[in-house]
């Protein structure tokens, strides 16, 4: 039997911090599509892209955290739906399912970006 109190999710690097994204908000991990920028927007969105034929808000977690951006590769993209928002955030690497991680409430991340 499965520990409930363990919460359940996908593994992220960004920088040097493991962070655990919920299964619930994780749609699809892929590579970093192009990115088209956008003017007057906050650094930690990067622009937008298209998968699989729908556009889609890319963001830097890096930026979103607080983590000073590095030219490291291209890392890989985490398609995410967050309150109805489909979001693509571009992290270092993706490590796994489950495991030792902060949890990342990636909704409060967004909250300033999108509601302010």
Known sequence: MRDSAVPVGVR???????LL???EIVREVAEVVPITPLPQVPAAVL???THRGMPVTILDARRLIGVAPQGTG???LVLCEVQGRRVGLVVDD???VGGEAAPWDLAAALGPL???
């Open 47 to 49: 622009g937008v892209g």
């Open 12 to 18: 992220i690097l960004v920088g040097d911090r493991a």
């Open 94 to 96: 993706v490590l796994g």
């Open 114 to 116: 999108f509601d302010g």
């Open 21 to 23: 994204l919920s299964a």
């Open 74 to 76: 291209p890392g890989a």
